[in-house]
């Protein structure tokens, strides 16, 4: 919203002054009473009337199409993927209706402005330009979309939204990350379900290195196959690997299945611990000295 209006008003101040620039032959051709036309305080009026007018309906459409993706489990990451892209989409042409219908500026002077706004701007801008650039390519290229979880560096989280200048996701504490748009240009990011509403969890359990594999194994597969958040069309899969810890040998459990809804990745982690780890008390299997 800041780089329209800043946009605008640079894109009008340049229009002001156009005809100093102009070449002699078209300047020659340009009454000076017409930018006083183009320019009256009734066109700036009905441009700042419209601007509100677009964001509020911009921001409300928003607001609807959120609404009914957070109805929809399926159509969540689709509807909330399609909106930056509807965004973007609207304020261009928002931007052209204004140019076009209110002021009408001459072929000439729209674009000897276009160019100057264009020199100015990319100077004074460079950063913001190579963020919005980033931004744009993310949402052709599109590694990710709203509603993946993604790892950028240390941070893991949800997408909430993909702007133009920045990204925002969600970390699992809650805690908001704005990400440049031209840093995950150049770094690697993960995508844990790649448009996909499901995807797969890994929960894990430290063991002592004598206890029995196969009963674990088919006690954590039964713990996992009655969770109501397991998707069951995907395989369940357990595997152990040996782990030092202060000199000490121990059995590392892995439970990999996947979950219904990307949501609900730290719940299923956190159950299939839990239940695991009671069943194994209960049956003798382990005691309270080997989680120690």
Same mark, same amino acid.
């Given at each position: 919203?800041?780089?329209? *209006?800043?946009?605008?008003? *640079? ?15 078209? /300047?020659?051709? #340009? ?9 009256? &305080? /009734? ?8 601007? +509100?007018?677009?964001?509020?309906? @911009?921001? &409300? ?27 973007? =989409?609207?304020? !261009?042409?928002?931007?052209?209706? @204004? @140019? ?9 002077? &729209?674009? *000897? !402005?276009? =160019? /100057? #706004? ?27 979309? #709203? ?19 920045? *990204? ?6 809650? /805690? ?25 969890? +890994? ?20 713990? =996992? ?47 299939? !611990?839990?239940? +695991? @780890? ?15």
């Amino acid at each position: 919203m800041k780089l329209i *209006t800043l946009f605008l008003f *640079t894109f009008c101040a340049q229009m002001l002054f156009a005809v100093d620039i102009l070449p002699d032959d078209v /300047s020659s051709k #340009v009454d000076p009473i017409d930018f006083f036309v183009i320019f009256s &305080l /009734s066109k700036i009026l009905w441009t700042l009337l419209f601007f +509100v007018i677009a964001y509020i309906f @911009i921001t &409300l459409l928003t607001k609807v199409l959120e609404f009914f993706a957070e109805k929809s489990a399926k159509a969540r990451i689709p509807i909330k993927g399609f909106v930056p892209i509807l965004r973007i =989409a609207l304020w !261009t042409l928002f931007i052209i209706a @204004i @140019i076009k219908i209110i002021y009408n500026p001459p072929k000439e002077m &729209l674009l *000897t !402005t276009l =160019a /100057s #706004v264009a020199i100015a701007v990319g100077f004074a801008t460079q950063d913001l330009l190579k963020n919005i650039f980033g931004g744009i390519m993310l949402l052709f290229d599109r590694p990710f979309k #709203v509603g993946d979880k993604i790892e950028v560096g240390d941070n893991y989280g949800e997408v909430i939204n993909i702007g133009l200048r920045a *990204t925002r996701i969600v970390t699992p504490d809650d /805690s908001m990350v704005v990400v440049p748009n031209m840093e995950l240009m150049n770094t690697h990011v993960s995508n844990s379900n790649s448009g996909e509403l499901y995807c797969q969890v +890994v929960a894990k359990v430290m063991l002592p290195i004598d206890a029995p594999m196969d009963r674990i194994r088919k006690i954590a597969i039964e713990a =996992a196959q009655v969770s109501r958040y397991v998707y069951l069309n995907e395989p369940i899969v357990v595997l152990f690997s040996n782990k030092m810890n202060e000199n000490r040998s121990y059995l590392e459990m892995k439970l990999k299945a996947y979950v219904m809804d990307i949501r609900y990745e730290f719940k299923f982690k956190s159950d299939m !611990t839990e239940i +695991v @780890i009671k069943e194994l008390l209960s049956q003798g299997i382990i005691n309270k000295d080997d989680l120690n």
